[in-house]
Nanobody, 125 residues
Framework: QLQAFGGGLVQTGGSLRLSCAASGFSLDDYAIGWFRQAPGKEREGVSCISISGMNIHYEDTVEGRFTISRDNAKNTVYLQMNSLKPEDSAVYYC????????????????????WGNGTQVTVSS
C-alpha cells in the first residue's frame, strides 16, 4: 500500500514537503503521481515522475513552485511545495502506475494501480 504524509497548515508563501511511502511492494517498478482534490472539486493531477526519475511532468498551476523527486533506496517519493497559495489547499494523494498518461497537457489517472491515503494541505491567506 501507499501512504502519503507531510501535509499541514501553512501561511501563503510557505513550504511543505509531502512524502509517499510504499509498503508491500517496491516503488522501483512504478511511476508515481501526485493528485489533489479540493472541496467541491474534482480530483486533479499535480505532478508525476517516471520509474527512472528522468521524466517529470508538472501541471501549469504548480510548475516552478513544486518539485517531485524519488529515492528508490528509501522506497519514497517526495513533493516539495514552495510558494504555496490558498488555491493549493486540498487533500493530496499519491498514486502508483506502470506509467502515467498526459492527456492534452494534463496528468490523468489512467492506469493507476495503487492509491495512497490522502494528506490535507491547508494554506491560509
Amino acid at each position: 500500500q501507499l501512504q502519503a504524509f507531510g501535509g499541514g497548515l501553512v501561511q501563503t508563501g510557505g513550504s511543505l514537503r509531502l512524502s509517499c511511502a510504499a509498503s508491500g511492494f517496491s516503488l522501483d517498478d512504478y511511476a508515481i503521481g501526485w493528485f489533489r482534490q479540493a472541496p467541491g472539486k474534482e480530483r486533479e493531477g499535480v505532478s508525476c515522475i517516471s520509474i527512472s526519475g528522468m521524466n517529470i511532468h508538472y501541471e501549469d498551476t504548480v510548475e516552478g513552485r513544486f518539485t517531485i523527486s524519488r529515492d528508490n533506496a528509501k522506497n519514497t517519493v517526495y513533493l516539495q511545495m514552495n510558494s504555496l497559495k490558498p488555491e493549493d489547499s486540498a487533500v493530496y494523494y499519491c498514486a502508483a502506475a506502470p506509467q502515467f498518461t498526459i492527456g492534452e497537457g494534463r496528468l490523468t489517472e489512467f492506469g493507476v494501480d495503487y492509491w495512497g491515503n490522502g494528506t490535507q494541505v491547508t494554506v491560509s491567506s
